[in-house]
């Protein structure tokens, strides 16, 4: 089990501090305050005073990890979700910059403050680009421009929709394993996090129905009030929810909203990063009336999370709190971000950056499991097997069980000496209470290394895991 300072889990290596701290020391040590390795819940509060969300904030164990880059600046790092930094869009960025500081009266109204629900012109075509994923036109796909909200990143929409639904002691229900910094902050806030099963297809909906039947049966339905799942090319394991359950997750989370609607947030985070074959549709296309689903998106993975902008499908009866719960935080989002990505997206520059993007990473997916497949597969062949995603960031190892990839157990120590990291599994884990957590998981990203060094980080993977084998 987890605990203690390392032990919360490796939240900040899951976030936009995904930071490639193991390659980029100095960059990390400006964008991330560091230096601290208090347990939140101790010593600040005895200062302080902090609330009780306040000391349950998790731990940022990353500093762990710089300590190790410090010691060995060679190391390569597959544990960092951020995106390649040779495909950021600079070039693109600073042109339309240009453009539109160079118009007085654009730059009069990027500059200033904009609106809480974020600009009409970019929520306009974020509505089309909904829909141009969906393959639909306006009049078929649900909803309208009006129910999207622009956000600082996704992750403060996931936040906002958390803070507006759930009174402590709620209930979530997500995956498992899944997206841990959510799941993190829910447990943080007070709510209880209870997972389901997940295959190759996703999360299995039979198990939900149960989960859901078996708190109706104890008169206690009314404490679940939200289900979590991110449906393309999951973090951590790069699984996709296939589309046949879509429909039938909906229709089982109707079942059973009673006395009040449960909320599925459906996380595409990774949506626009499908190489190759066509990316299932989303929930939404059967939430025909916008009533159940919070379809939610980010400019972080297919374009910079720089901009750190991120947007969602909003069901109409949310809208209005959600607005007044964003109102209360900041009121609108960087209106200048928001008026470059929407120039960004008129100009088509935002769907050829997808592109470009799509066919870098597809090559470095395909050199990792390539040198999986070379590496660490002949290894344990029947007791070593790894997923194979059609998009995103992630590949999910799994050793045989008994070997330990916590940061305690051995094979973190080879890995280390050897020069390579992932991110061990028991972090992307959410916490409940009725489940034990294996240990023998590890999530690799092929996001910021170069093709090559993904290649040489599986190979050092391969020796380590062979070596902790052979003991
Ligand atoms: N959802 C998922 C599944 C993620 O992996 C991330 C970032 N790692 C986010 C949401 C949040 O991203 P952002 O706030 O940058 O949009």
Known sequence: MRGGFWGVRLCCIGI???????????????????????KMSE??????????????????????????????PDLISLAAGLVDYETLPGEESLEILKDILGDKK???????????????????????HFCELEGMSEAEFT??????????????LLHMLADLVLDEGDVVISSWPSYFVFT???????????????????????????????????GQLDRVKMVYLVSYHQ???????????????????????????ILIIEDAAYRELTYGGKAPASMKVWDKDNEYVALLQTFSKPFAPGYKTGYGLIPTDLIDGLILNKGGRDFGSSNLAQHVLAEAMRRGVF???????????????????????????????????????????????????????????????????????????????????AREIPVNKIRLSFGTPT????????????????????E
Not at 145 to 154: F, Y
Not at 394 to 413: H, M
């Open 451 to 470: 093709k090559e060094q993904v290649v040489e980080g599986i190979k050092r993977l391969g020796e380590a895991i062979a070596h902790v084998l052979e």
């Open 16 to 38: 936009g501090g995904e930071v490639d701290a193991l390659r980029c020391k100095q960059r990390v040590m400006r964008s991330w305050n560091y230096g601290r390795s208090w």
């Open 351 to 433: 769907k050829k950056h997808v592109e470009k993007l799509c066919a870098k990473y597809a090559e470095k997916r395909d050199a990792m499991l390539e040198a999986l497949e070379k590496y660490v597969g002949p290894l344990a062949p029947n007791e070593i097997e790894w997923t194979n995603p059609s998009g995103g960031l992630y590949v999910w190892l799994t050793l045989p069980e008994g070997i330990d990839t916590g940061k305690d157990g051995k094979l973190f120590a080879k890995k280390l000496e050897k020069g390579v990291i992932g991110v061990p599994g028991v972090y992307c884990y959410p916490d409940d209470p």
């Open 106 to 128: 654009r730059s009069e109204a990027a500059l200033q403050y904009g609106m809480t629900e974020g600009s009409g012109e970019l929520r306009d075509e974020l509505y089309k």
């Open 143 to 156: 909803g309208s421009a009006k129910d999207i909200v622009v956000s600082t990143g996704s992750q403060q």
């Open 235 to 261: 973090n951590p394991t790069g699984i996709t929810l296939a589309e046949e359950r879509k429909p039938e997750i909906l229709e089982i989370v109707k079942k059973y909203s009673k006395n009040h609607k």
């Open 43 to 72: 010593q600040p509060s005895k200062k302080f005073g902090f609330s009780s969300r306040g000391r349950r904030s998790v731990d940022q164990p990353i500093s762990y990890l710089i300590a190790k880059a410090v010691e060995n």
């Open 184 to 218: 993190g902050v829910l447990s943080a806030m007070g709510s209880t996090v209870r997972s389901v099963d997940i295959d190759e297809g996703g999360m299995k909906p039979e198990e939900l129905d149960k989960m859901l039947a078996s708190y109706e049966a104890t």
